[in-house]
């Protein structure tokens, strides 16, 4: 669990970045962006995100199927206990699930592990192909009188974009040789590591073939149809959960571009801030992306950015304290749990 020292650091830095977000809106535009925006619009927000985790799940359990046939109403109630333990400050949502999956099929908790570790491996390769996609195909968003290093941004993003791709093809290259080329690979991180104790370099070994046992889904080409169509069904629908938010708050620009764009910054934000509930780096993801990109009054991106955050959280802890409930699952119970999958994981 997260000790008060690591809460600490990531509330700090949750306050910072929603200082240096909120710093130059108004408060009174503020409030009046809060009292425009009509709210009835959640409720389809909130129908497209469950449809999402339905997704997620039937990605899941194609995952899972390699190691053991699991239907997926056996695997919603640890995806959506994780997704609590990653929104509140304890961030041990992964471990929960795997350790939850563990008790529930018997699957061992390191190809339990793999399995999430492969799942987020395809929404990073999603993250990343969506990113590379609008810095080189729609630079020209970042179009801005103001130059960085005699540098027009759309021309810094064009160049970013190229070499984001380039980074992609050598996460894809990786992928290859650690699925079809194991051995290589290993031989390859076990002269890298050579320099560190040998315990450490055990502990990285085992880590990287647990990898490679989750990632036999490549080997399956009908698996990784399904997963890759499921993780493109998914991102489909986290782009498009932003429209009826669009509408509530009626802003200027509702293209394609534009959500895409959000798609993209938000997770980018979550992921260099990980903050307790993702508080601040969700806010300051949606004003860069609406505001600073997108041109949006900076009031309605504010407001716009923290009603989402904060109806994203309440789906996300109402959902988890239900299957809480519904599997007879305690809070005491989850803290052993975690106690218990911390020592397995000290074993891998």
Not at 151 to 178: K, R, V
Not at 242 to 263: C, G, H, Q, R, W
Not at 311 to 340: A, V
Request: glycine content about 6%; proline content about 5%.
């Amino acid at each position: 669990m997260t000790n008060p020292r690591q809460f600490t650091i990531g509330l700090s830095v949750a306050i910072l970045a929603i200082f240096f977000t909120f710093r130059n809106v108004p408060s009174d535009e503020l409030l009046k962006a809060f009292l425009k925006a009509e709210y009835i619009y959640l409720f389809p927000v909130a129908l497209i995100l469950f449809t999402s985790y339905i997704v997620r799940v039937y990605r899941w359990r194609v995952l899972v199927a390699l190691i053991k046939p699991t239907s997926a109403s056996d695997l919603f109630p640890p995806m959506m206990i994780g997704f609590l333990g990653n929104m509140l400050p304890m961030r041990a949502g992964e471990i929960f699930r795997a350790y939850l999956l563990k008790k529930k099929t018997n699957i061992p908790f390191a190809g339990s592990l793999a399995t999430i570790a492969v799942e987020r491996m395809f929404d990073v390769l999603m993250l990343n192909l969506l990113f590379t996609w609008i810095l080189i195909f729609h630079s020209n968003l970042f179009n801005s009188e103001a130059t960085w290093l005699g540098l027009d941004p759309s021309e810094i993003a064009l160049n970013f974009g190229i070499l984001n791709g380039l980074i992609l093809c050598f996460m894809l290259t990786l992928i290859y040789f650690l699925v079809f080329k194991t051995i290589i690979v290993l031989n390859v991180i076990g002269k890298l590591t050579s320099p560190f104790p040998t315990s450490w370099q055990k502990k990285c070994q085992h880590l990287l073939e647990t990898f490679a046992l989750g990632l036999v889904v490549i080997k399956n080409k009908k698996a990784l149809l399904k997963v890759g169509l499921y993780s493109l069904l998914d991102w489909v629908l986290l782009t498009f959960s932003a429209y009826p938010m669009y509408l509530a708050f009626d802003l200027t620009n509702k293209s394609i571009e534009s959500m895409l764009v959000l798609a993209v910054m938000v997770p980018i934000f979550m992921t260099l801030l990980p903050t307790p509930g993702f508080v601040g780096s969700v806010q300051a993801g949606v004003f860069v992306a609406l505001h600073k990109i997108m041109g949006e009054d900076p009031a309605v991106a504010a407001a716009y950015g923290l009603v989402g955050w904060a109806w994203g959280l309440t789906i996300q802890i109402l959902t988890g304290l239900y299957f809480l409930f519904r599997e007879h699952i305690s809070w005491q119970t989850l803290m052993k749990l975690e106690k218990g999958s911390e020592e397995d994981l000290g074993k891998l």
